[in-house]
């Protein structure tokens, strides 16, 4: 990352219903002002100006390592990124952020055992980091799919075929961690995430370097923070994603009125939920709970160009409200 190189690239918001995969949280900002100056992700030319000895140093310094294993993330290459984030250099205190970022390529490559384990280590390294709890929200919620629920009669191999089969028996699953299980404990790394996330400084650099910017001959190199990573992950917005994660979550387990906090949160970090409210109003409907539908379709025409739905089903519901 050098300072004459400029460059912006385009936003999308999260989509806050697809919880299995990273494309559920796609924000792309590639870019950060250090002193008046924008940055753009390292280009695949950076060196290219500089003289042969300097561009050599160039590419011996930590900063490059991990620019360019950012770099591939925002490319859409984790399996690249994965042998980028083993090569890299990162300063003890941030050394957490390697076990993230490759938990994450994995997860993207659908190696979840793998990433499972690097967001472990990740978590043994530092217990507070928001993102990797998040991934291992992820991991588990994987998990929680391949899993069945399996009553103490039959969890067992040499239970009667037919009885097996009822169940969805599947050979070699570990039955002592039911689908339930694993599911809470994917919604309470999720809750740990949205806890942590208050903590997370963005600015902490990543190498060595004791300030954002210095000079290497005539090239001025910016140091990556937390917060280059988290645009690489896709993740600006975070912790929109495990609120996100937490509002389908809640919304299945029918627990409304936590659905109605996460997706308040959400609105407040700025991403549109219009329509999750006016789901939410529906359900609510459906429950008869008439007073607290008209406010969740209030809440989505406050969201929403498109008011006709909203306005409509509040009416509705305060006049089924007086009528009650």
């Known amino acids: 990352m050098f300072a004459r190189h400029h460059d912006h690239v385009a936003m ?7 919880v299995f995969a990273l494309a559920s949280a796609l924000v792309l900002v590639a870019t950060r002002p250090v002193e008046g100056v924008e940055f753009a992700t390292l280009p695949a030319d950076w060196g290219a100006t500089a003289d042969e000895p300097l561009a050599a140093a160039l590419d011996e310094t930590a900063e490059a390592g991990i620019w360019l294993a950012l770099d591939y993330h925002h490319r859409g290459l984790p399996t690249d990124a994965v042998v980028a984030w083993h090569e890299a250099a990162f300063r003890e205190d941030a050394e957490v952020w390697r076990f993230v970022c490759m938990g994450m390529a994995r997860f993207e490559l659908a190696q979840f055992p793998e990433a499972a384990a690097d967001f472990d280590v990740a978590l043994d390294l530092d217990k507070t980091n ?4 998040y991934g291992r929200g992820l991991t588990l919620l994987m998990q929680s799919r391949q899993l069945g629920n399996w009553p103490d009669a039959v969890a067992t191999d040499d239970a009667p075929l037919h009885v097996l089969r009822t169940f969805k028996y599947q050979p070699n699953v570990d039955r002592t961690m039911t689908a339930s299980l694993v599911r809470h404990q994917a919604k309470m790394a999720f809750e740990n995430a949205v806890w942590f ?3 997370l400084d963005r600015t902490t650099l990543l190498t060595d370097a004791n300030r954002p910017v210095y000079a290497l001959g005539d090239v001025m190199v910016v140091v990556p923070n937390v917060n280059d990573v988290l645009t690489a992950l896709k993740l600006e917005q975070f912790p929109a ?7 389908t979550l809640y919304l299945e387990d029918n627990m409304l009125t936590a659905v109605e906090t996460q997706l308040d949160q959400m609105d407040m970090l700025g991403v549109p939920v219009a329509e999750q ?5 529906d359900r609510y409907e459906e429950q008869a ?7 969740a379709y209030l809440k989505a025409m406050k969201n929403t160009k498109n008011l006709a739905y909203p306005a409509a089903k509040a009416l509705d519901s305060m006049l089924d409200d007086l009528l009650d």
């Open 12 to 18: 999308e918001m999260v989509k806050w219903l697809v």
């Open 197 to 199: 996330a208050q903590h």
């Open 289 to 295: 709970e008439h007073h607290k539908a008209v406010k």
């Open 130 to 133: 928001a993102v990797a709890w």
């Open 241 to 247: 994603q495990p609120h996100a994660a937490l509002t």
């Open 277 to 281: 409210f006016s789901i939410l109003g």
